[in-house]
């Protein structure tokens, strides 16, 4: 069956709902560039004021998942496992996860992205590591997860293509901030990893991309109920992005963490250990995971089976033997930065909050994320908290260590450090845990 676009956009400027026909027809139409920029645009937009119900969304993700290729894993007959972020400064575990759920014989098939505006991304994170290679083949990830259980790449040209172009599109038409087109986004390349669970980390708070609590519950629900629908379970820890996670936000500096974190370093300052939440958040996404793949009778066993695979060094080995199968070379130092200085608390009081998306914007001056896709990064740019929300500093405290192989974006960089904290006289009200809510 064929459409006339302008008669879909119609329908849904005007509110009404798509049959599955009209969105696989709309999605393949696109992909084929047999329907124009201009006109998926103002369907993008016509979505961005009109929404799409839990059927419209399901569908909308099963027809980007299968605008490319997808992974076939069903000759392994064991779990699936993938752990997602929604995006944040700091986050850093899928490196922590990955080795523990190999370490637990658990088949992870990560595809994992760049930085997106403020927030970090994974592959960038590893490619701080000499020789490491993101652009495994179709057939190398597919051999990796089959026999090593962990391996990781970028999305490549053949998957979601859909995705790739309306994420694009999207970009610069201001339908990113849709949460149906979010959903679908995130889920088509989930659901092309021919996953059997999902753990979804979507974060809230001023690092995110969802500031409240309230919209990364409905973004949430709205994952988990489009995973279900495509025969996956999902369980969605909404976790707290009002602090960078951890010491250090970067590319080199979060690699080392990971490093520290699964070598059982701690590092306590003003009595308190900054790799801390870290170490919590990849045990208990972890710990879910396990759950999922069935290797424990709860995600709390789960979390505890996967902090003894950190304890007994079981996942530090499976780091280095990941490194090594994708080119990295483990006995190289990470790069370290030339040139380094401090921000510093300009009065005397207590910590009431760090605007972390502007952390993550000093980052980006620092090098360490792009203002334009095409920039190159300096891997060895990168933040560290040295206080945390909460904590009296004295004036003159450093609050920020900045890094980087530059002094270029140094001043920008304290600048939008500085104006990201805030020192007041009191406790700080209400304080929102690490993980402020679970959908299982
Ligand atoms: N990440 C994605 O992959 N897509 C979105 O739309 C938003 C975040």
Redesign the pocket.
Same mark, same amino acid.
């Given at each position: 069956m064929s459409y006339i676009p302008a008669e879909l956009i119609k329908k849904k400027k005007n509110g009404e709902s798509h049959t599955e026909d009209e969105i696989r027809w709309i999605i393949r139409a696109y992909t084929n560039n047999e329907l124009p920029d201009y006109q998926m645009a103002a369907w993008a937009m016509a979505v961005w004021f009109r929404g799409m119900n839990e059927h419209e969304i399901s569908v909308f993700t099963a027809a980007m998942r299968d605008s490319g290729n997808r992974f076939d894993f069903s000759k392994l007959k064991s779990p699936r496992i993938d752990k997602h972020s929604?995006?944040g400064v700091g986050d850093k575990t899928s490196l922590i996860i990955g080795p523990i759920l190999a370490a637990a014989k658990v088949h992870v098939p990560m595809i994992a *992205?760049r930085g997106?505006g403020h927030s970090g991304g994974t592959l960038d994170k590893l490619e701080s590591i000499s020789g490491f290679r993101v652009n495994l083949t179709r057939e190398e990830f597919q051999k990796s997860v089959e026999e090593n259980y962990f391996a990781l790449m970028g999305q490549t040209h053949d998957i979601c293509p859909a995705?790739r172009k309306l994420?694009a599109l999207?970009d610069v038409t201001s339908t990113?901030d849709s949460l149906p087109?979010?959903? *679908?986004?995130?889920m088509s390349?989930k659901l092309s990893e021919d996953l059997t669970g999902l753990v979804m980390d979507v974060k809230f708070g001023s690092g995110a991309?969802m500031k409240s609590l309230a919209d990364a519950q409905a973004l949430s629900q709205l994952l988990k109920t489009t995973g279900e629908k495509n025969g996956i379970d999902v369980t969605v820890v909404i976790s707290n992005m009002n602090e960078p996670l951890g010491r250090f936000s970067g590319n080199s500096v979060e690699v080392q963490e990971c490093i520290d974190i699964l070598s059982n370093k701690t590092f306590v300052e003003h009595d308190f250990d900054f790799y801390e939440p870290t170490r919590r958040l990849s045990v208990e996404l972890a710990g879910h995971m396990l759950y999922l793949a069935k290797k424990c009778d709860s995600p709390a066993e789960g979390a505890s089976l996967a902090e003894s695979l950190v304890q007994s060094g079981a996942a530090l080995t499976e780091f280095k033997l990941f490194l090594q199968r994708q080119g990295g070379d483990w006995q190289a130092e990470l790069p370290r930065a030339q040139h380094s200085d401090v921000v510093v608390a300009a009065k005397s009081g207590i910590l009431q909050s760090i605007n972390t998306e502007l952390v993550g914007l000093a980052g980006i001056e620092l090098g360490a994320g792009r203002k334009k896709s095409e920039d190159k990064i300096d891997h060895t740019a990168g933040i560290e908290t040295c206080r945390r929300v909460g904590m009296r500093v004295t004036k003159g405290d450093i609050i920020f260590n900045v890094f980087a192989n530059s002094t270029a974006g140094f001043a920008s960089a304290k600048n939008l450090l500085l104006s990201a904290i805030e020192i007041g006289d009191t406790q700080p009200k209400e304080l929102l845990p690490l993980v402020a809510k679970v959908l299982m």
């Open positions: 929604t995006g *992205g997106l995705d994420y999207r990113v087109l979010i959903c *679908g986004s995130i390349k991309f």
